[in-house]
């Protein structure tokens, strides 16, 4: 009878053990670093700021989600190395810069690919969209926030443009990826890729005539304080991306990964309206300012650019139609 007693109290004190590791397991919670380069307050930050909201939210405080603006954990490169490896981080890029992984993702960067937004934020969905972010998978890459707005680029010029043949010769600031060089070689530009950091001093020194990007980041980088014109190209409109690790995804419960990936879009979408806001209000900021502001023939510059897409030799043979013919197919309920 003792035997049996103790034989009881053995199975009921592991029966408990078992369950509040279990309880344990269930309430542990996950912290995820999201980092980006962009400045605190600008509409990215805003929608980090969001998600971190919103997966707290929903996750009970299970999922801790911490924001690092500034790229203050490091460069673009190094933290996507790291997620790679599967370090709990997530980081901010954009789809050109995902051709050093998968090529053809960098048409969505392209110049005059898409007339609007809802054009871009359509091709996610897509069977073509979902067979190259299998190919980011293949490669221990996941992809969130895949709808993110980050806003339609501009240029800013010390003499007038108004016709891409005033752009012969003008030493553009871009991005340091061929796709831009590329596409400003197209326009006719000299393209001269130099970090966002030292664009005031560049154009300040002479070194550079002009540059491009959306309009907030235009008024952040305080070009305007250095050129005089201002020309409403529209060349490019950009849709970004969010990328971790597969490994990082894998290692969290099944919920939480659902929890993710459902606030990493629901994120993206509420920055829609705040990037659009943020864009008018430069606009009228540069009005004030007495900025010669140019709202050109677009189609002169598409119709220029569009040698570009025959540019591209890691892009796979009739890429560019290919992505047009399915914005033609876009169901036009379809919206952000």
């Not at 590791?21 to 999201?34: D, F, L, P």
């Not at 924001?67 to 997530?90: C, F, H, K, T, W």
């Not at 359509?122 to 069977?127: A, E, G, I, R």
């Not at 895949?146 to 240029?155: C, D, N, S, V």
């Amino acid at each position: 009878m003792k035997r049996s007693f103790l034989m009881l109290v053995v199975c009921i004190c592991l029966s408990g053990c078992t369950q509040t590791t279990s309880a344990v397991i269930e309430e542990e919670v996950h912290t995820v670093n999201v980092a980006y380069g962009n400045q605190p307050g600008e509409p990215l930050d805003q929608q980090a700021r969001m998600w971190q909201e919103l997966a707290g939210e929903r996750s009970d405080g299970r999922l801790q989600l911490n924001v690092y603006p500034s790229s203050q954990l490091g460069g673009e490169s190094d933290m996507i190395e790291l997620a790679m490896r599967g370090n709990n981080v997530i980081v901010f890029t954009a789809y050109d810069f995902l051709m050093d992984y998968v090529p053809d993702f960098g048409i969505l960067a392209a110049p005059y690919l898409a007339d609007d937004f809802e054009d871009l934020l359509y091709l996610p969905t897509t069977d073509w969209y979902k067979g190259l972010e299998g190919e980011m998978n293949e490669m221990g890459l996941a992809l969130l926030g895949k709808k993110t707005i980050y806003g339609e680029r501009h240029l800013m010029t010390k003499e007038e443009v108004q016709t891409p043949d005033d752009l012969r010769g003008m030493k553009i600031r871009v991005p340091n990826n061929n796709l831009y060089i590329r596409a400003f070689q197209a326009l006719g530009a000299s393209p001269t890729p130099l970090p966002l950091g030292d664009l005031y001093a560049s154009l300040q020194q002479g070194v550079i005539d002009g540059a491009e990007n959306p309009l907030p980041v235009l008024q952040g980088t305080k070009t305007n304080e250095v050129t005089n014109y201002l020309t409403l190209t529209g060349h490019m409109k950009v849709m970004s991306v969010w990328i971790t690790g597969t490994g990082m995804m894998e290692s969290l419960p099944d919920d939480l990964q659902q929890i993710l990936i459902e606030t990493s879009e629901e994120a993206a979408e509420y920055a829609h309206p705040i990037t659009e806001k943020e864009s008018e209000e430069a606009l009228e900021a540069f009005e004030k300012q007495g900025m010669i502001i140019n709202e050109i023939d677009q189609e002169l510059f598409r119709e220029k650019a569009a040698p570009f897409f025959d540019s591209m030799p890691t892009w796979s043979p009739g890429l560019y139609e290919m992505v047009v013919d399915l914005i033609e197919e876009r169901p036009k309920e379809i919206g952000s």
